[in-house]
């Protein structure tokens, strides 16, 4: 099971500080030995060399008092036997040198046996010619006891400096992540019902400041998609109850009493129309709920711009007629776009439809772009009408948004179909843009970034 993040910032905290008092513990120890020994053999070694010097005359050596203990010191001959000596000289430290043929100057330690128990000493040997040997001596029992005091005192740190530092990174742990608890537990109280809490940000400007804005960052996005999903299902419903309020109220009609067959068809005619209505309604929902998703199919293909806007035109030519609209395309021929033909064709409709609704008798629409001067494709549906509302421009590819009374008529549709032509433009990586034009009328521009090199004149 794993530990906790608090529980393991504290085990690791221990560990580091286990370490470290280890090492330089260690470094301590080991440079405090070598310095001690170092400075007793520099004092032996001076010893030796005096008495290589003046060797003793007869067989007692006196040899200078020393602060760091008890001294001594030997001759031997070259048989081993000790020719002088100071007094009390341990004789077992004979047994420990090598003849005279091959000793070199060295220094060892040993214990040798005194009143008081074995007693630490630290020893030099170095040749005085003619086969001799000379010993030095002193006793080391008060610096190997400070070594092993301070051995005993670092193995005693170890696991004090364990709890101490368990404690503290318990602590210190604890403090820096009471701000992720508190978010924590603020984050459990968010819900769809609450969408406007947001987390508590520290104010220490450090990762998990940084970290808590930026999951309010998040937060704010979801609100204002979850708040668009709502105002769509708002709108979605209103709308589709006012066609099955018609619809409804048509078959009632129709049945209340016994009707001519003209009238049936009437009815029936109207009906008709009202679940056309709500099948197109139904599929703008389709779409705008996929492109919500991010999951908008895009096809790509090679697709003939000219013959694609003309075909759209022609759609649409009877009812244009029909409304005293002149219907025209300015494509240059051999516009070619590697785009999902369907859906730009789509949006192409839903443009000339909101662009006929908006037109009056006289006026003209018209389908209008080609290639543009970075490789793309712009392509547009403009008219003369009376333009969009100012107001209106910011909300205009909302969906279920509606222009002010001079942009609708009766019949308008559920205003879906600028929300629709965004997410198009989106699915491809495009953006569309609707604007004024100065000469009167308004302009709604979709602009496709180039594919593969694909966009141009064939």
């Known amino acids: 099971m794993a530990l906790p993040l608090r529980a393991r910032l504290a085990l690791v905290a221990a560990a580091l500080v286990v370490a470290i008092v280890a090492v330089l513990g260690g470094l301590v120890y080991l440079q405090l030995g070598a310095e001690l020994t170092g400075s007793v053999d520099e004092g032996l070694a001076e010893r030796a060399a005096d008495l290589i010097a003046e060797p003793p ?17 030997a001759v031997l001959a070259p048989d081993g036997s000790i020719e002088a000596a100071t007094e009390g000289f341990p004789a077992l430290v004979v047994t420990a040198t090598a003849r005279s043929s091959g000793v070199t100057p060295h220094s060892w330690e040993r214990a040798v046996p005194s009143d008081e128990g074995p007693m630490a000493v630290r020893l030099y040997a170095a040749p005085a010619g003619e086969g001799r040997i000379v010993i030095t001596g002193v006793a080391f029992d008060d610096q190997r006891a ?14 004090v400096a364990a709890v101490l530092a368990l404690l503290v990174g318990w602590y210190v742990g604890g403090a820096a992540l009471r701000p992720v608890d508190r978010m924590r537990a603020e984050a459990a109280a968010i819900s769809a019902s609450d ?60 049945l209340r009493r016994a009707r001519t067959q003209p009238e049936l068809e009437a009815a029936l005619r109207s009906a008709a129309d009202e679940t056309d ?90 389908i ?22 100012e107001g209106f421009l910011g909300e205009a590819f909302e969906p279920f948004s509606r222009a002010d009374a001079a942009r609708s008529r009766d019949d308008g549709g559920a205003g879906l179909g600028l929300a ?30 180039a594919h593969s090199g694909e966009v141009g004149l064939a």
């Open 146 to 159: 400070t070594l092993d005091s301070l051995r005993l005192d670092l193995v005693l740190a170890l696991p």
């Open 277 to 366: 209505r709500l099948s197109r309604l139904a599929a703008d929902l389709l779409v705008l709920a996929r492109a919500n998703r991010g999951q908008l199919p895009v096809r790509r293909e090679l697709v003939d711009v000219e013959e694609l806007a003309r075909d759209a035109a022609a759609a649409l030519e009877g009812r244009a007629t029909a409304a005293g609209v002149r219907l025209s395309v300015a494509v240059p021929p051999g516009a070619l776009a590697s785009v999902d033909g369907a859906r730009v064709r789509q949006a192409l409709d839903d443009l000339l439809d909101n662009a006929l609704r908006s037109t009056p008798p006289g006026g003209s629409v018209a």
């Open 368 to 389: 209008v772009g080609g290639p543009d001067d970075d490789g793309g494709l712009s392509i547009g549906v403009s008219d003369t009408g009376p333009g969009f509302g």
């Open 57 to 73: 005359n007869g067989s007692n050596v006196e040899v200078a008092a020393s602060d760091i203990g008890d001294v001594f010191a």
């Open 195 to 254: 969408p406007e809490r947001r987390l508590p940000v520290p104010a220490t400007r450090d990762e998990l400041a940084a970290l808590g804005l930026s999951l309010n960052a998040m937060l704010d996005r979801l609100q204002a998609a979850l708040e668009r999903e709502r105002r769509l299902v708002d709108d979605a419903s209103h709308e589709l109850r006012t066609p099955l309020a018609n619809l409804k109220a048509e078959l009632d009609l129709a």
């Open 420 to 449: 629709i032509v965004r997410a198009i433009a989106k699915s491809h990586g495009g953006t569309v843009e609707a604007r004024n034009l100065p000469e009167g009328g308004a302009l709604v521009e979709l602009r496709l970034p």
